[in-house]
């Protein structure tokens, strides 16, 4: 079975200042993984995923992520946080083959961005 | 590209009636739609899958008669809360994966259903 943690619940940070929200998986063979982020009362929004090749991953709004496959690890990381990134962010994993497509998704972390 | 909405966004509704809401690719064929139950601060569950023309396939746990989805067209899904009940309410969202992007599902905006 496939999973993903989400460690922390809420993440505070200062405006400007780096962030990162952290997340890891477990599943067969090789992963694919997204993170989306959600405001209140609206659906995903997707930010980027990995497949395949570089391990560095870069998205929407200056958001980027790196692929560690020794430690099963795909944290979000962005180098200068803004208050409008305050928001509800999941990491979901999905196998590359089988499991029809379906997508595991995190607990989700709060991100609070002050000035 | 690779729009996905929702009608209605928000739906109130007295306990023991139904209520459909719609999730639509605009601009793909949807080979495969999901839809999912988010509670509050919580993350989303898969519900079902369904592929056009085909019965849906329920998550463990997930009552079928209570949410009936149908998958009519490439474009269009429905899931039907019958009989809703106050714990039935939660938000809905449903995703859409496509023929050319297949690695990837495409979320809508969500349904906030409110029973009474």
């Known amino acids: 079975a496939q999973s993903v943690a989400q460690p922390e619940d809420q993440v505070n940070v200062a405006e400007g200042n780096p962030l990162t929200v952290k997340c890891t998986y477990s599943?067969?063979?090789?992963?694919?993984l997204f993170w989306y982020v959600q405001y209140p009362n609206r659906g995903l929004q997707f930010l980027l995923k990995?497949?395949?090749?570089?391990?560095l991953v870069k998205g929407s709004y200056g958001f980027e992520a790196e692929f560690n496959k020794s430690q099963t690890s795909f944290h979000l990381k962005k180098p200068s946080a803004l208050v409008s990134d305050s928001a509800l962010y999941f990491c979901?994993?999905?196998?590359?083959?089988?499991?029809?497509?379906?997508?595991?998704f995190g607990t989700g972390t709060q991100l609070k961005v002050e000035l | 590209g690779a729009v996905v909405s929702q009608h209605p966004s928000r739906v109130i509704c007295k306990s023991g009636t139904s209520v459909k809401i719609e999730c639509r690719s605009l601009?793909?064929?949807?080979?495969?739609m999901f839809w999912y139950r988010q509670f509050p601060k919580q993350s989303l569950m898969l519900m079902a899958t369904?592929?056009?023309?085909?019965?849906?396939?329920?998550e463990q746990g997930v009552e079928k008669d209570k949410f009936l989805i149908n998958h009519a067209s490439l474009t269009l899904s429905t899931l039907t809360v019958t009989s809703a009940h106050p714990e039935d309410s939660s938000f809905y969202i449903c995703?859409?994966?496509?023929?050319?992007?297949?690695?990837?599902?495409?979320f809508g905006p969500g349904t906030r259903l409110t029973v009474l």
């Open positions: 369904s592929n056009e023309g085909s019965k849906a396939t329920y």
């Open positions: 995703s859409a994966r496509s023929r050319t992007r297949p690695n990837e599902q495409f």
């Open positions: 979901a994993v999905r196998a590359s083959y089988g499991g029809g497509n379906k997508l595991t």
């Open positions: 990995y497949i395949t090749g570089d391990n």
């Open positions: 601009d793909f064929q949807a080979t495969t």
């Open positions: 599943v067969s063979g090789n992963p694919y």
